[in-house]
């Protein structure tokens, strides 16, 4: 995390091309880093910057009291990118895999190199070796974080109960995150909650079916934001 001068457009671009493809600045939930980073940057980023400016906006949604509940510590954004560095440098040490190393067809240090047909058989060996420890290897999951406006009929409805009601959803693939209740006017509050969901096994369409149906509380749901994660 090392955007340079973020009231600059050098390092608003940089932001913008790291959230191309993330809600957040670290980790599936809003945290202290994102406070470091919204307060250096003073001032709305230019729409063009459609990932930044939406992750601005979604951030200058909370406010101050809600902004310091964000999980992690509040530290200033020099010492975020010196540890960010220090991270980077260790992990990159860490990272040295024998498996990356491993070369299918390198030098043999039997004594008969001469052999063609002892190669050929060490050749194939190796390449089994090298099929098997792929196959090994889990398999990416595509996952989505999806946030979820949740609205009551009326200013009357039990707003714990709704909430408790939609976290009521258990799904294969499905993990609710955050939540918060945003006023939308005559008194009346909306739920907003954010949720992960694998994206081979849970679909939106099932996700409204199942929240709707709890008819007696909700009156709609709509999407705010769905980020490929």
């Known amino acids: 995390m090392n955007f340079g001068d973020l009231q600059s457009g050098n390092g608003l671009v940089l932001l913008n091309n790291f959230l191309a493809d993330k809600s957040y600045i670290e980790g599936y939930y809003p945290s202290q880093v994102d406070v470091v980073v919204f307060e250096a940057m003073k001032k709305v980023p230019s729409a063009d910057l459609e ?12 406010d101050d009291a809600e902004r310091q509940k964000f999980q992690g510590q509040h530290q200033s954004i020099e010492h975020c990118e010196r540890q960010d560095n220090q991270e980077k440098h260790e992990s990159k040490l860490a990272s040295v895999n024998p498996d990356d190393d491993f070369d299918v067809f390198g030098d043999d240090d039997d004594d008969d190199d001469d052999d063609d047909e002892e190669e050929s058989e060490i050749r194939k060996q190796r390449l089994i070796t090298y099929n098997e420890k792929k196959a090994k290897k889990p398999a990416l999951i595509a996952k989505s974080e999806i946030v979820l406006d949740v609205k009551p009929w009326d200013d009357e409805t039990n707003m714990e109960e709704l909430e408790k009601s939609v976290r009521s959803i258990e799904l294969d693939g499905l993990l609710w995150g955050t939540s918060r209740l945003v006023p939308i006017g005559y008194g009346i509050r909306k739920l907003q909650i954010t949720c992960i969901v694998e994206d081979d096994k849970v679909g939106m369409d099932v996700l409204e079916e199942r929240i ?4 007696d509380l909700i009156q709609s749901v709509d999407i705010v934001s769905f980020q490929r994660i």
């Open 51 to 62: 990932n930044a400016f939406r992750w601005y906006n979604h951030i200058s949604s909370f």
């Open 212 to 215: 709707t149906a709890f008819e």
